[in-house]
């Protein structure tokens, strides 16, 4: 016969993790990879992922979900968010901005540049917009059926990644019990 001692080692020693809290920051890239730089995006979504994971933080390519991410947004405090931009600065050039409302967003994000505005415009009028933490990578041009970005883009990239990975760790913590 077993002992609850002996079930109760078992249960410790056992691979079931406690239950978490639900992670309150979203860090999110956006962008087309068959596109060229129009996938920075999901360029530094895969080395976020490839970094060590924070507490309380999930990552998630969004392709060009565009409004179909709605459901993704559902419960986040905070979206940290990356795209590309056509903004006419030199390709590789990194900006943050911290949109307060939909009509905030910059012109001339990625092809997507629609279906962003109306995910954002849909959470809003649902009342659950998260608080926006938006960095863009301006791009010059876009190459159809290619996965490889330019050389300046792709160098923003590392910048991006240390950026939103410090970012996401100083949000988490805020919000943390």
């Known amino acids: ?24 920051v979203l860090l999110l890239g956006v962008g087309n ?7 920075v995006g999901i360029h530094v979504v895969q080395a976020l992922e490839a970094q ?10 969004g392709g060009t979900g565009g409004v179909n991410l709605l459901l993704e947004l559902e ?6 968010m990356v795209d590309a931009t056509r ?3 030199p390709a590789g050039t ?3 901005l ?5 009509g905030d967003l910059p012109r001339g994000l990625g ?4 279906g962003l505005k109306d995910l954002f415009a849909a959470a809003a009028l649902l009342g659950q917009l998260p608080r926006i933490h938006l960095y863009t990578v301006s791009v010059e041009e876009l190459k159809p059926m290619c996965t490889d970005l330019s050389p300046p883009v792709a160098a923003a990239v590392p910048e991006v990644v240390h950026a939103m990975h410090a970012l996401a760790a100083r949000l988490a913590a805020e919000g943390a019990p």
């Not at 990879?33 to 996938?39: H, Q, T, V």
């Open 111 to 114: 092809a997507h540049d629609f």
């Open 87 to 89: 903004d006419g600065q």
């Open 1 to 24: 016969m077993i002992s609850t001692h002996e079930l109760a080692g078992a249960a410790a020693s056992s691979n079931v993790a406690a239950p978490q809290a639900a992670p309150t």
């Open 98 to 102: 911290q949109p307060r409302q939909v």
């Open 52 to 61: 060590p994971p924070l507490f309380g933080v999930r990552t998630l390519d």
């Open 75 to 80: 419960g986040f405090r905070d979206v940290v």
């Open 94 to 96: 990194i900006t943050f």
């Open 33 to 39: 990879w068959l596109m060229g730089d129009e996938g």
